[in-house]
């Protein structure tokens, strides 16, 4: 499974972004979908999270900024980020949960992220 992620970029405080990434290859099913995030010298951490019937989870430290949204049939998840902060700097990386083929466990995959610059 490779997931790609784009939309990442340099934006002013304040600004918005939308990130996306879909997920190709051997997919049975998606269960859910999400973001992590990993700032210079710090632990990486969970941003969003989108389960396939819709369910959604954020950190505080996001919520009312951020909305993760999904198109199963596409494979796809998207992060739109508004009221962004300085703070908010770092490179997101997406994350699915996926059954490759019937029968087969849950395994976690990673894309390779995208950089997320905020300015002051």
């Known amino acids: 499974v490779r997931l790609v992620e784009s939309g990442g970029g340099l934006v002013q405080a304040g600004g918005s972004l939308r990130l996306s990434c879909a997920a190709s290859g051997s997919i049975f099913k998606i269960a859910a979908m999400g973001w992590h995030r990993q700032a210079p010298g710090k632990q990486r951490e969970l941003v969003a999270t989108?389960?396939?019937?819709?369910?959604?989870d954020y950190a505080d430290s996001v919520k009312g900024r951020f909305t993760i949204s999904k198109d199963n049939a596409k494979n796809t998840v998207y992060l739109q980020m508004n009221s962004l902060k300085p703070e908010d700097t770092a490179v997101y990386y997406c994350t699915s949960r996926t059954v490759r083929r019937a029968f087969q466990p849950l395994e976690e995959y990673w894309g390779q992220g995208t950089q997320v610059t905020v300015s002051s």
């Open positions: 989108v389960t396939y019937d819709g369910r959604t």
